[in-house]
């Protein structure tokens, strides 16, 4: 975000083109122009409207209590345009807020009836809003500059030397194991593409076994992977996990020539 | 107890946990022994370890649930270079919702998200939550009864803090209609013609 | 290198490492530093640390592979009565790590942390590793080429399992779950969340 502020800052020109209320007003459509690509990554890093909207107004260093609502809506909308046109999924906050600069921008620019005399400033709830949300995105920030475990502060790992009495390690049933799975598998179901209890373990199992057995500078011979003595079931298995392990570029057959015997390799 | 070896069995306490202790956690490591520290003892001879660990590549630091034995941060380029593992990176969504929970406690997601102008996503509570920075407080007494969260001690302890008050302070709101008086005297005027 | 600086940088490495570090493994961790200490600079410093904690709780105490910290025997005692007044517990992101590596090995960290939905923290990992439960078995050739994890011999043995295959189906734990209505794994959660 902050290469984002830097980077349009410096190819801002300030030329006012306009006057309004006494105050220079500067809208540069011009340096919107971002290559798609790029700009699908600069959209990825705003947090949303307020966010994008904050970038618009400190990358032309106008007064947040003053803003250029006409201005602002403007290129608001044309990022918005731009998100529409790349067909970007578009969250919803964000025609929400194009929808309340254009209520604003229409409740500046018509005369105000008397009645509204203690109305405040139209864009009074819109700054109030913009600038709670910079007050946290700063504390954001700032909490993230702060040292904390696992950065800039490591725990100690003090050796405990083998006292007479032994240091205990935490007990786990097999029920608080099945605990966990239901828990993993009731949340993996919020994601359509994975399958948690799809497979047979037993081919898991023996997935593993086999790159156990196996290493990247030596040739293992196919058929010891196969044991007659566990019967059919015990060979298929071997062999779905060989094909499993060869689907997933985990291992490689080796053959020099037809019929001649098989290698099998960890892939290197 | 000798305040000597009171230190002594303070520094392998200290150095055997994984989590902070506090005065009184370590009050009652002591119940039953013969020469029994009373808090004021144990406070005395923590007082003097930070001291002892002042210039060295460890300190004894106070965080929000009691003293802990840490790696110095001065010399973190260093013990980097033992790990291979980046630490873990969070992204300014989960820190944005961290800091307004931390600040605004109790606050809904709902309110959350009218402060960050987007939706709060189910994965950022659960990661707050999974980390124990975060805990639900209770419900609000509004339609739906959503959940109030609040930050923990162990979030302090991670952000090596002491009490929430060390947060960084906010940066102040300015009132549009007091920095701004030329316009909206102007507005006036002009509503007030027409 | 000022002495006293490599002192405290070397003290602050011994009580990060989880292992021994040997000089020569501590004078690389120095090697492209502006002021690279010598091998007889970390000796001497290394023999001036275990001079300082001598009368300590901690000792800087040489093995095979070379020095560490540790706790001094003398106050096992209390040691061992911090974990009688807290005796650990893993956490359920441990837990849920374990049941995954279990279920869909050989699994790389990153696959387990899209089902989760959060990071997996390297100290799970670790953790799982020193019990000797889960075992690298290799690594995925993808980008990045991350280490893909299995269970071990002495996770089934633990368990109580012959093999894998004796690890109860989802439509096993469904079951248990409907004809056992009062017997369900809230409960648990909550036990192994406190």
Redesign the interface.
Same mark, same amino acid.
């Given at each position: 975000?902050e290469k984002g502020y830097n980077s349009a800052a410096s190819s801002q020109s300030e030329m006012p083109f306009a006057l309004v209320?006494?105050e220079p007003l500067t809208v540069i459509p011009q340096d919107l122009y971002i290559p798609p690509d790029a700009l699908l990554v600069f959209l990825e890093a705003f947090?949303?409207? #307020?966010?994008l909207l904050l970038y618009l107004i400190k990358r032309q260093n106008i007064? =947040? @209590?003053?803003i250029p609502i006409a201005a602002i809506t403007k290129q608001y909308m044309e990022y918005i345009h731009m998100m529409d046109h790349l067909e970007l999924e578009l969250?919803a906050?964000y025609l929400v807020?194009a929808s309340m600069l254009a209520e604003i921008k229409s409740r500046m620019l018509l005369? %105000?009836? =008397?009645e509204?005399?203690d109305e *405040?400033?139209p864009?009074?709830e819109l700054? %109030? %809003?913009l600038?709670?949300?910079?007050?946290?995105?700063?504390?954001?920030?700032? #909490?993230?500059a #702060?040292? %904390?475990?696992?950065?800039?502060?490591? @725990?100690? $790992?003090? *050796?405990?030397?083998r006292? *007479? =009495?032994e240091?205990?390690?935490?007990e &786990?049933s @097999?029920?608080?194991?099945? $605990?966990?799975?239901?828990? &993993?598998?009731n949340?993996?179901e919020?994601?359509a593409s994975?399958h &948690?209890?799809r497979e047979? #373990?037993?081919v898991?199992?023996r997935? &593993?076994i086999v790159?156990?057995r196996i290493n990247a500078d030596e040739f293992t011979s196919f058929i010891d992977f196969f044991e007659p003595g566990e019967g059919r079931m015990g060979v298929v298995v071997s062999f779905i996990a060989i094909l499993e392990l060869l689907k997933? $570029?985990?291992i490689e057959l080796v053959q020099s020539k037809p019929y001649a015997p098989i290698y099998v390799k960890?892939?290197s | 107890m000798d305040n000597d070896r009171l230190k002594a069995i303070l520094e392998a306490l200290f150095a055997a946990s994984d989590k902070p202790l506090s005065v009184s956690q370590l009050f009652e490591l002591f119940i039953g022994d013969i020469e029994q520290p009373d808090r004021d003892d144990i406070r005395k001879a923590i007082q003097e370890l930070v001291e002892k660990y002042r210039h060295s590549g460890i300190e004894l630091k106070q965080v929000a649930s009691g003293y802990r034995l840490q790696v110095r941060a001065d010399y973190e380029v260093w013990v980097a270079r033992l790990w291979e593992q980046k630490p873990p990176r969070y992204s300014r969504a989960l820190m944005e919702t961290l800091v307004l929970i931390a600040y605004r406690q109790p606050i809904t997601r709902g309110e959350i998200e009218d402060i960050r102008g987007v939706s709060v996503s189910t994965n950022i509570i659960r990661t707050l939550r999974e980390r124990d920075w975060v805990k639900p407080l209770g419900h609000k007494e509004v339609p739906g009864r959503p959940t109030l969260y609040g930050t923990t001690r162990e979030f302090l302890d991670y952000f090596n803090l002491k009490t929430l008050n060390e947060l960084p302070t906010l940066a102040e709101i300015r009132d549009i209609d007091q920095f701004n008086p030329e316009f909206t005297f102007e507005q006036k005027n002009e509503a007030a013609v027409n």
């Open positions: 975000m209320q006494g947090e949303g409207p #307020l966010d007064d =947040i @209590l003053n969250a906050e807020m005369p %105000r009836p =008397i509204t005399d *405040d400033d864009r009074a700054v %109030r %809003r600038q709670e949300y910079e007050q946290f995105k700063k504390a954001a920030e700032d #909490l993230d #702060l040292d %904390r475990l696992e950065r800039e502060i490591h @725990l100690t $790992s003090i *050796d405990i030397p006292f *007479d =009495i240091v205990p390690m935490p &786990v @097999l029920a608080d194991l099945m $605990s966990a799975f239901r828990d &993993v598998v949340r993996a919020q994601f994975h &948690v209890d047979p #373990l037993s898991r199992e997935m &593993v790159l156990d997933e $570029s985990l960890a892939k | -």
